[in-house]
């Protein structure tokens, strides 16, 4: 119940509802990282740091969204950019 009552803090602090973590009952862990640190780790419903969690669509959101965020920034080029390698011609030999 301490680290509930620690992101409650966390969350207000951030100007977030004060809504208790019980509110969300598949919220299992949050980890926040601020200029490449990490500054907070919870853990709640008996998992810890050794649990492993199946994140398979939450890849793909943080990827796009990551993505997006180096397109904005000009980190990657442009959507009409070429292609940095261009595939090998595929080419079926005679049986």
Do not use: N, Q, W
């Amino acid at each position: 119940m301490r680290a509930a009552r620690g992101l409650t803090a966390l969350l207000v602090a951030a100007g977030c509802s004060d809504a208790p973590t019980a509110a969300i009952p598949r919220f299992k862990s949050l980890l926040v990282a601020r200029h490449g640190r990490l500054v907070a780790e919870y853990y709640f419903g008996g998992t810890d740091s050794t649990t492993l969690f199946d994140v398979r669509s939450v890849t793909k959101s943080v990827v796009c969204a990551l993505t997006g965020i180096a397109l904005r920034d000009g980190v990657l080029p442009g959507t009409a950019a070429p292609s940095p390698t261009t595939p090998r011609r595929c080419t079926r030999s005679a049986s």
